[in-house]
């Protein structure tokens, strides 16, 4: 499936703003994603950077926060989602969008056992008769490697750990085999061996579902062993995209020099000047002139703040990043 | 209560059978001893007109020579089944009302339901109660009308805290994004996950009541005599309090027992890591 490039989700410029005070602000302004068929892509920045924002963006959820969308586009396979009314995204969610909750405690209601989650959810969105409900939940608990399935669906959220419940989410996500899973820090509230079986579980997911998966996380290692594909969001921008191997090894943006930098490893004896960024990365509404990363910027100069942010341009052929002085900084 | 329990956690289930039990053993015991006892609730016998307490009358008689025994073991049953009725339907009622005001999308709604809320939290229960009491004239009927519609807004502001904080929960909002209606949402994902807190403060508040149906009947507001009531009864004795103070003391100290069992019941109810 893989080798099909044909893009599930693209968003361009994209622009979302919530209501603040009398007028509003824009949480994302800028943003770029393209996940193509089969593919693995994580989505990392900092928090505020408007990670789980894009997300919702893509599943139409925005208006828990109020948001909206002001500007830019969204298409969800080729067709333009400005044009989608609830009835459109209800009919997408669960058969070509599908989301996995960060913290996996609040995505299970804690009076309703397993079974009645996996068999509302199926029948809420399938016409189905209790008994292909029922076996619709069990497949789906099956697929997800939990073992003693038809125990499990009986039990209660509190009786299951951590990893569980989040095989549950996981499962009821994938009742209907989304073409898209956006799974927003799945992994954030477990341990790292829990972590590492979670993950192993969503890449042979996407591999056999033929499914493409959105990571979000700030977990770097996460990214560098799970994905393919990465795109680096700072305040409400996307700053680089690309391949994941070429992104991290060789980061076209200063911003994923310096993330990349500040990453600990293994014989580190002490910290050294350039792992860490100095600064904080601007408030919502508070965003500098220019690309918005010039205050923290090591290679800033006086033609970085002017302007706006700049646009994601493409480098080296796959590669796109949105630092004007990309080649000067990093060569070609 | 424990019909409320919906029966799907387990834990809670122990301790609202414990709850129960406490409760229905003196409403029992009240029931079948008043019916066994020798004595007729209303028998009159002049000539034993306030004898002590004995082993013939374990709690003496009256002025008209009634057995007290039998008449408090009466009285216990239509003491705590007033208290259960007037705080079962404000709960449940405000419960619902708050679990509504704590997910509802409309702004209108929310604010125009708290400003009734406030207004009805700020009515002084007793005197609240007097006054409705002397429109609809004596009788539990008035008594209890009169707890409903003052306590109800204590429960749906409890219940209404706790679920605002279920509003923007994922599994409320992946329920509403799978387009259930808004009752269905409300009876299975809301209300199962805020009526706790709620809860609590009913068993705890089934003491006020009962305290307060006592108090008022005292008053003279309650139960219409000859209906054996725990607060009524210290009324009529309260006149022979020298001579015959058993007719003011044991129902009173019946009061301050049952009160005692109730708070217990109600401390380990309101307790998450005690099983009863």
Redesign the interface.
């Known amino acids: 499936m893989s080798d099909v490039v044909d893009p599930v989700v693209v968003v361009r410029n994209l622009t979302v703003s919530v209501p603040h005070d009398s007028g509003s602000i824009a949480v994302l302004d800028g943003a770029e994603l393209t996940v193509n068929s089969g593919s693995r892509l994580g989505l990392v920045g900092e928090s505020g950077s408007g990670k789980s924002m894009l997300c919702r963006a893509i599943l139409g959820t925005l208006h828990r926060h109020d948001a909206r969308v002001s500007g830019g586009t969204i298409h969800i396979q080729g067709r333009d989602a400005s044009f989608f009314n609830d009835s459109d995204w209800h009919r997408l969610r669960g058969t070509v969008l599908g989301y996995v909750s960060q913290a996996s405690l609040a995505g299970l209601n804690p009076t309703l056992t397993v079974r009645r989650h996996l068999v509302h959810a199926a029948r809420a969105v399938m016409a189905l008769d209790t008994r292909s409900a029922e076996r619709c939940a069990l497949e789906a608990i099956e697929m997800v490697e939990l073992p003693r399935a038809n125990r499990i669906l009986d039990e209660y959220p509190s009786q299951l750990s951590g990893g569980m419940r989040q095989r549950v989410v996981i499962a009821s996500a994938l009742l209907q085999r989304p073409k898209l899973l956006v799974a927003d820090e799945p992994t954030t509230a477990l341990d790292v061996t829990v972590q590492k079986s979670i993950m192993d579980l969503l890449v042979r997911l996407t591999t056999s579902l033929g499914m493409s998966l959105v990571l979000v996380t700030h977990d770097l290692a996460l990214v560098e062993e799970y994905t393919n594909e990465v795109v680096v969001l700072y305040a409400g921008a996307t700053v680089e995209a690309g391949r994941t191997g070429d992104v991290l090894n060789d980061p076209r943006h200063p911003y994923t020099q310096a993330l990349q930098s500040s990453r600990l490893r293994l014989g580190d004896k002490k910290l050294t000047s350039g792992m860490w960024l100095p600064g904080a990365p601007p408030q919502p509404g508070e965003w500098p002139q220019g690309c918005r990363f010039t205050p923290r910027c090591p290679h800033a100069q006086d033609v970085c703040s002017s302007g706006g942010q700049p646009r994601l341009e493409a480098v080296l052929s796959v590669r796109r990043t949105a630092c004007i002085r990309s080649e000067e900084v990093f060569g070609t | 209560m424990a019909a409320l329990n919906?029966g799907?956690?387990r834990r809670p289930r122990v301790t609202t059978h414990g709850a129960f039990l406490a409760l229905a053993i003196p409403i029992i015991v009240g029931l079948v001893g008043s019916r066994l006892s020798p004595y007729g609730l209303n028998d009159t016998s002049v000539g034993e007109a306030f004898s002590k307490p004995s082993f013939s009358h374990p709690f003496g008689t009256d002025q008209i020579g009634r057995d007290v025994f039998t008449r408090v073991l009466a009285a216990i049953p239509i003491n705590l089944t007033v208290a259960l009725v007037a705080v079962t339907i404000p709960f449940v009622v405000g419960t619902v009302i708050g679990a509504i005001i704590g997910v509802t999308p409309s702004r209108w709604v929310r604010s125009t339901v708290e400003t009734v809320l406030e207004s009805v939290a700020a009515l002084p229960l007793t005197l609240f109660a007097l006054a409705v009491v002397a429109i609809v004239g004596p009788g539990l009927t008035g008594l209890i009308g009169a707890v409903i519609v003052t306590n109800w807004a204590r429960y749906a502001r409890i219940s209404s805290a706790a679920a605002t904080k279920l509003r923007?929960?994922?599994?409320v909002?992946?329920a509403r994004?799978?387009?259930?209606s808004w009752p269905r949402i409300l009876v299975?994902?809301v209300v199962?996950?805020s009526f706790r807190e709620a809860l609590a403060y009913a068993y705890n508040d089934l003491v006020v009541v009962m305290l307060l149906v006592a108090s008022l009947s005292f008053l003279g507001l309650g139960v219409v005599p000859p209906t054996p009531e725990l607060g009524a009864m210290i009324r009529d004795g309260r006149l022979f309090l020298g001579k015959a103070p058993w007719l003011t003391l044991l129902p009173g100290g019946t009061i301050v027992v049952l009160s005692v069992l109730i708070t217990r019941v109600s401390i380990k109810q309101s307790d998450p890591n005690r099983v009863v």
């Open positions: 919906n799907r956690r923007t929960i994922e599994y909002e992946a994004l799978l387009g259930y299975r994902h199962p996950n």
